[in-house]
């Protein structure tokens, strides 16, 4: 998120077109730094309201619950980086 990491082989939102410019590489990785943030956000605040308003339901439907979130949210960071890496 703050452009502090080069292009590599280990680290970051690895395309074959976002290895082959930097200044793609940046720019997608600040996008995708921003919302894995805000997906995090989600979960931690999602976490916070079902330990308030979950307390008489079942463990496995609040896991369940938590876990969608969970998979969704990385589902639309994923489905984000890639939407806007094609307009690129």
């Known amino acids: 998120?703050?452009?502090?990491?080069?292009?590599?082989?280990f680290?970051?939102?690895?395309?074959?077109?976002?290895?082959?410019d930097p200044k793609i590489w940046y720019a997608i990785n600040r996008i995708q730094g921003l919302?894995?943030?805000?997906?995090?956000?989600?979960?931690?605040?999602?976490?916070i309201v079902m330990l308030v308003i979950a307390q008489d339901w079942k463990v496995e439907h609040v896991v369940f619950t938590l876990l969608l979130i969970l998979i969704l949210s990385l589902i639309g960071v994923a489905w984000h980086g890639f939407s806007v890496l094609r307009r690129m």
């Open 1 to 9: 998120m703050q452009s502090r990491i080069p292009p590599n082989a």
């Open 35 to 47: 919302d894995l943030f805000l997906a995090g956000a989600l979960i931690t605040l999602s976490s």
């Open 11 to 20: 680290y970051g939102f690895r395309t074959t077109k976002t290895l082959s």
